[in-house]
Structures are given as structure tokens and as C-alpha cells.
């Protein structure tokens, strides 16, 4: 059975970095977009980035432009979230997730059929 399972979430300070992992096992997801979104207390969740199965195109939201980064690793069915610069209002509950249907790159969470249960980020200021 396909599954996500994410890493890395924790407590950093205000102008700090941390690194999120996502583990991708059942299946191939080399051919699969990915992407990464969060959910805060009593908020939607949101789209924060997503790549291409061949990591040639990158998608990221407006909040986060300029201070994530995502990266994918086949070989390793992993997909990373690099979070620089990072601010209170980035605190969320983080999840991976993937859209095993299609390479087109998109911010709608309805396009990702598979999700991992969720890595909580802790910003303090």
C-alpha cells in the first residue's frame, strides 16, 4: 500500500531553518507530481510548494517564494521541503503529498490523492 511519512518538523526560532523529509514507499513516485502544504489551528489547508516528477518545474506559494525550497530525490523515493527565514506565522501542521495521476504542477489540494499524516512546525518569535 502506497504511503507518505514525513520528518524533520520541530521547534526553530524566528529567522531560523529546518528541513522537512517525506519517505514515499508502496510504489514508484518518480513519475509523480509532489508537493507540500500546511494547515494552522483553525485554518484551511494550504499549498506551500510542489515539483515535477522530473524536478523541472517548481510551484510555491507566494508566502514562501524566496525562502523554501523543494527538491526530490527518485533514488530514494524522498521529497525534501528546505525552510529558510523562517517566520511565526509559518507555523503549521506540514504535510506531503502526492498526485499520482498527473506531471502537471498544480496548488489545488484536491489534485493530491495520497497524504502523509502530517509533521508540526513550531515557529517561536
Known amino acids: 500500500q502506497a504511503q507518505l511519512v514525513e520528518s524533520g518538523g520541530g521547534l526553530a526560532q524566528a529567522g531560523g531553518s529546518l528541513r522537512l523529509s517525506c519517505a514515499a514507499s508502496?510504489?514508484?513516485?518518480?513519475?509523480?507530481?509532489m508537493g507540500w502544504f500546511r494547515q494552522a489551528p483553525g485554518k484551511e489547508r494550504e499549498f506551500v510548494a510542489a515539483i515535477s516528477w522530473s524536478g523541472a518545474s517548481t510551484l510555491y506559494a507566494d508566502s514562501v517564494k524566496g525562502r523554501f525550497s523543494i527538491s526530490r530525490d527518485n533514488a530514494k523515493n524522498t521529497v525534501a521541503l528546505q525552510m529558510n527565514s523562517l517566520k511565526p506565522e509559518d507555523t503549521a501542521v506540514y504535510y506531503c503529498?502526492?498526485?499520482?495521476?498527473?506531471?502537471?504542477?498544480?496548488?489545488?489540494?484536491?489534485?493530491?490523492?495520497?497524504w502523509g499524516q502530517g509533521t508540526q512546525v513550531t515557529v517561536s518569535s
Open positions: 508502496g510504489r514508484t513516485f518518480s513519475r509523480v507530481v
Open positions: 503529498a502526492a498526485d499520482l495521476y498527473s506531471n502537471v504542477v498544480v496548488t489545488t489540494r484536491h489534485a493530491y490523492q495520497l
